[in-house]
């Protein structure tokens, strides 16, 4: 064998090392592990596990079910992309629910008040969104670098402070209108230039997928070149896993936490816009909540990886989308609920055993070498 098929064998090992295939098993593991739960818990409440599993199947791969799962899913990614800037920085913004409902509000207060040609119309309501929820992240990111507050504490309570500065908002008569037909009240609807239309790509049904689901994609794509492919993102993840290591090497761990958040909230501001740009057109009372939590389980799920993060949040949508069937079948559709949370605590265990057993590897490894005399050579010199 040449030195270059060798090298090549060599790489191709290692991409399939214990450690790698344990990687990738941990997840599928953990969904699996997950299913056992649930099954537990339907045969203690008297429901069928396999025949529920059909039902939720059947209803899921539906033409109107896949169109919902995908929308579902258009949310959830972006809402998990902007929690997993923050860990890839060590940091934990749990602000993401509330970034995101302001930013929704304040862009659609914007985009009701004005008219422009379509393409100006929106992209001005995406770029409001974007900058109230990178402002809104900011406050954190300022309290942190400047004060030592835990984000994890400041972004908590900015999330109420966020609601209750939207609830006010929206009784402002100048803001908001009521909702014909309803005791609603939302801001003032977007005009048909300021509408993303939805894209017709599932056969057999007459409703459509988020047009804002390209942008979506195309943030994936951006978060991975950003984080893994530029010297800021390799500053940034160097940050995040040492500190000490970081600032040895000449970056300013300040200037990155802070750019670390406002990137995040940036990103949150876009979790509301395929909702509020392709379904809704207006925000009001009944606007979705809690995607910046659900952000949070898909972001583990995928182990911030922006593909393990896209099959994270299919996932989840899907098994949102199911739960709406099986109360028609007098089964509880809190099951589903069950399940993703079984599913999140499974994947950090499993995480964690794949860490342990690295370093455990590692660790024997180096002991075989050492017991076998092989001299021991600074990293990096050549053999």
């Not at 929308?71 to 998990?80: H, I, R, V, W």
């Not at 977007?190 to 195309?218: D, H, Y």
């Not at 990155?256 to 207006?282: D, F, H, R, T």
Request: net charge positive; aromatic share 6%.
């Amino acid at each position: 064998m040449s030195p270059a098929e060798s090298r090549f064998a060599d790489r191709l090992l290692g991409r399939v090392s214990p450690g790698g295939l344990l990687s990738l098993a941990a997840p599928v593991l953990a969904v699996v592990f997950a299913g056992l739960i649930t099954s537990v818990v339907l045969l203690l409440t008297g429901a069928p596990p396999l025949e529920t599993l059909v039902i939720m199947a059947e209803y899921g791969t539906q033409p109107r079910s896949i169109v919902l799962t995908l929308n579902y899913a258009t949310t959830f990614y972006l809402s998990a992309l902007a929690v997993a800037i923050g860990f890839r920085m060590n940091l934990f913004n749990i602000g993401v629910d509330g970034q995101y409902r302001l930013a929704a509000l304040v862009a659609a207060a914007v985009g009701g008040a004005l008219t422009l040609p379509a393409p100006l119309h929106v992209a001005l309501i995406v770029c409001v969104a974007m900058l109230v929820g990178a402002g809104w992240a900011a406050i954190a990111g300022l309290l942190k670098v400047r004060r030592g507050v835990s984000e994890v504490i400041s972004t908590i309570m900015l999330n109420a402070v966020a609601t209750a500065l939207g609830a006010w908002l929206l009784n402002r008569e100048r803001l908001a209108v009521e909702v014909a037909g309803s005791n609603n009240i939302g801001t003032r609807p977007l005009g048909p230039s300021a509408q993303v239309p939805g894209l017709a790509i599932i056969p057999g049904t007459g409703s459509k997928v988020f047009g804002l689901i390209i942008l979506a994609v195309a943030m994936g794509v951006l978060y991975h070149v950003l984080l893994n492919r530029t010297r800021f993102g390799f500053d940034l993840r160097a940050t995040g896993r040492s500190e000490p290591a970081a600032v040895a090497s000449g970056v300013d761990v300040k200037k990155m936490i802070l750019i670390a958040m406002i990137l995040s909230g940036a990103m949150a501001g876009l979790v509301g816009m395929p909702q509020l740009l392709g379904a809704s057109y207006s925000y009001s009372l009944d606007f979705p909540t809690g995607l910046g939590f659900t952000g949070i389980a898909i972001a583990l799920l995928g182990r911030n990886n922006p593909v393990g993060i896209a099959f994270g949040a299919l996932l989840w949508a899907f098994l949102d989308t199911s739960s709406g069937i099986l109360q028609l079948h007098d089964i509880s559709p809190e099951i589903v609920m069950i399940m993703q949370g079984t599913i999140v605590l499974s994947v950090i265990v499993a995480y964690e055993l794949v860490h342990r057993y690295r370093i455990a590897a590692g660790q024997r490894r180096v002991s075989r070498e050492l017991a076998g005399g092989a001299p021991a050579r600074p990293e990096g010199a050549s053999a």
